[in-house]
């Protein structure tokens, strides 16, 4: 089945130790996201591609990097994590037809602890 | 800016009760909105969605009618089950945007 897979899962880091989730998908779609979602809160949009170009929120902070290497891959690089960042990180991805974005396709997220 | 309003949580109902969760929005011309579940400790699932005015979206008993005259989008089933228990969450995609607009969420608990 296509799908929109991250890895790993559930991911422990420590307070300013740089910390990387992956994500990958088989939908071969061009645009990817990755959302921060905090406990009991909406996911929020931190940034997206779309094929190689990179769009970052205007609030989303400066220790918030991403890299898409190819088509089906996409990191998100927390460069020093604080305990504010404990979170679920979803990565989604859809397809866009010239100014027409279709529907987002989410994973199922990466629990990240901050010690 | 775009906003989504739902009707706060926590929602609890027993088995084959009928379900009702509020939302409203917030945009100009004419988004797409959507109703995403997430089971716990999973990712979003989209359930159902609506591109244009009197649209019903319907998928696994539940619905929703985009009502451009009132802005809501609510979420209906008629008849719930345990297995229906998640959080829902309204959003709405702004024409030619790519951004989705999520709304608070709404726990959902079915008791059998």
């Known amino acids: 089945d296509a799908m929109v897979i991250q890895n790993p899962r559930y991911q422990v880091t420590q307070f300013g130790k740089p910390v990387t989730l992956s994500c990958s998908q088989t939908?071969?779609?061009?645009?990817m996201y990755w959302y921060q979602q905090k406990s009991s809160q909406a996911p929020k949009l931190l940034f997206h591609?779309?094929?190689?170009?990179?769009?970052n929120e205007a609030d989303t902070p400066d220790n918030f990097q991403s890299r898409r290497p190819n088509t089906s891959f996409c990191f998100l690089d927390i460069r020093s994590p604080g305990l504010g960042d404990a979170a679920m990180y979803l990565c989604?991805?859809?397809?866009?037809?010239?100014?027409?974005?279709?529907?987002?396709?989410f994973g199922p997220g990466t629990r990240l602890t901050v010690l | 800016g775009d906003s989504v309003t739902q009707m706060e949580g926590p929602v609890t109902l027993s088995e084959e009760a009928f379900l009702t969760i509020n939302c409203t929005y917030t945009?100009?011309?004419?988004?797409?909105l959507f109703w995403y579940v997430q089971y716990p400790g999973e990712g979003l699932q989209l359930l159902l969605k609506?591109?244009?005015?009197?649209d019903k979206g319907s998928n696994k008993g539940f619905e929703a009618t985009y009502r451009k005259e009132t802005t809501s989008f609510h979420l209906e089933k008629g008849s719930v089950q345990v297995s229906d228990s998640a959080v829902y969450f309204c959003?709405?995609?702004?024409?030619?945007?790519?951004?989705?607009?999520f709304g608070q969420g709404t726990r959902l608990t079915i008791n059998p």
């Open positions: 989604a991805t859809s397809r866009r037809d010239g100014n027409s974005y279709n529907e987002q396709f």
């Open positions: 939908l071969n779609h061009n645009v």
């Open positions: 609506a591109t244009k005015a009197d």
């Open positions: 945009a100009t011309g004419y988004p797409s």
């Open positions: 591609y779309y094929d190689k170009d990179f769009n």
């Open positions: 959003a709405l995609r702004s024409q030619g945007a790519q951004k989705l607009v």
